[in-house]
C-alpha cells in the first residue's frame, strides 16, 4: 500500500474540515494559506463567492519591517492586518479555516493576532 504524501494528508483534512465550516454573510471564513515563501488571509462570503476582505505579505506595505516573510512575526502582523481591514468592511466575526493545517505556530499566532486586535471566532 504505497504512503500518503504530507500534501495529500493536508488536502484530506482540509475536505473534511470544509464539510463542516463554511461562511455566511454574518459570518464570513477566514481562511489562511500558508506557503514556503508567504502567508495569506483571505476573508470569504462562500454564499456568494465573493472574497471581502485579503491580505498577504506579498504586500509592500506588509512585507515593510520584517526580517522573513514567513516566521512568526509576519503572521501576527497578517493576523492585525486581516482584522482591521475586515473591521474596515464591517465584518466583526468569522469562522476560522486553516487549510489543513494544525493549529500551531504561524497558523496560531495569526489567529491569536486577529483575535487581539478585534476580530470573534
Known sequence: ???????????????????KVGGTADRPRLQIVRTLHHIYATVVDDTKGHTL????TREKAIASGLDSLTN????TKIGQAIAAKAKAKGV???????GGRKYHGRVAALAQAAREAGLEF
Open 72 to 75: 512568526t512575526a509576519a503572521a
Open 1 to 19: 500500500m504505497p504512503r500518503i504524501s504530507k500534501t495529500d494528508a493536508r488536502v484530506k483534512r482540509h475536505k473534511r474540515l470544509r464539510r
Open 92 to 98: 466583526t466575526a468569522v469562522v476560522f479555516d486553516t
Open 53 to 56: 476582505v485579503a491580505v498577504s
